[in-house]
């Protein structure tokens, strides 16, 4: 194999957890990789420790308003600037992974010999060693979103430990960074693969560790009103209903367009109602 594997890594802010993603890219038995490192505006120094440690590198600088989407569209943006040979690799990573040293050999070898597909790196919980991601079925009739019970059921892919032939990546676009900024923009890329008649593929030998506890706002629960709607409505949240719209209106199917942006906002709906009496009944007690 001498397909040059490149290395698509946005960091903020991470940087002993960028160190650990540094030390396993560091002993990979397969060398003929380059990261590119997008840092949004990092400063605690994570770009000058990598400088340290990588020689094939591309350090693209941000300001902190990238996030995710915005960050890949940068390492897109660079890609379409390089001569590539259509059949060398993309790889997108998160940095808050761990991989044995064979992960970039293993990964390189299986999407060698297949055309047209996105591949995902199996991954794996860092505590306590359980399967977390081997695709995702999301179901548009029902609005229903979880793991794929079988090969044949995947319709969708996270970023995290995706590789894909250059070419196959510079046809699919790129990212919607203003609509989707961080949540739902690795699924709905891969979501349009899919449409596009790309295969979605996993491997046993492809796998990962990652650490759930780095993530953004997920759980809502023992938050005062101004607070949930501070972190309902963030960037940060996976639950954001203006960025589930737009998930909507970027990637669901026609049919079922209409009636599930109408079930996103009546979710959001019941769910800041239910905030708001939580707020206000312990002043309806202390009246009595």
């Not at 941000?62 to 690799?89: C, F, H, T, V």
């Not at 009739?141 to 319709?155: I, L, S, Y």
Request: hydrophobic share 40%; with cysteine.
């Amino acid at each position: 194999m001498t397909s040059e594997v490149y290395i698509l890594l946005p960091v903020h802010n991470r940087r002993e957890t960028t160190r650990r993603f540094v030390t396993c890219l560091v002993a990979q038995t397969y060398n003929n990789y380059h990261l590119v490192l997008i840092d949004d505006g990092s400063l605690d120094g994570t770009a000058q420790m990598v400088q340290e440690q990588i020689r094939s590198l591309t350090v693209i600088q941000g300001a902190g308003k990238w996030w995710w989407a915005g960050s890949l569209q940068q390492g897109y943006e660079w890609l379409r600037n390089q001569r590539l040979n259509p059949m060398d690799i993309v790889l997108i990573m998160n940095d808050d992974t761990e991989f044995d040293s064979d992960f970039l050999e293993n990964g390189a070898a299986v999407i060698s010999a297949h055309p047209n597909v996105l591949l995902l790196a199996q991954c794996y919980d860092q505590r306590n060693g359980e399967l977390i991601d081997k695709g995702v079925h999301i179901d548009w009739r029902k609005w229903r979103m979880g793991g794929a019970q079988t090969p044949e059921e995947v319709n969708c892919f996270s970023t995290r430990g995706l590789f894909l032939h250059a070419a196959d990546f510079l046809t699919l676009g790129g990212f919607y960074p203003r609509l989707l900024p961080h949540y739902l923009s690795d699924y709905e890329f891969t979501i349009r693969a899919h449409r596009r008649g790309m295969q979605l593929i996993t491997d046993p030998t492809v796998k990962l560790r990652a650490d759930l506890e780095t993530t953004g706002y997920h759980s809502f629960e023992d938050c005062d009103l101004q607070l949930f709607l501070k972190r309902y409505f963030s960037i940060r949240s996976n639950a954001n209903p203006i960025f589930r719209t737009s998930f909507m209106w970027l990637a669901c199917p026609w049919p079922w367009k209409v009636i599930n942006i109408a079930r996103v906002w009546l979710s959001a709906a019941r769910k800041i109602a239910a905030a708001v009496q939580l707020a206000v009944s312990p002043k309806k007690s202390l009246r009595g």
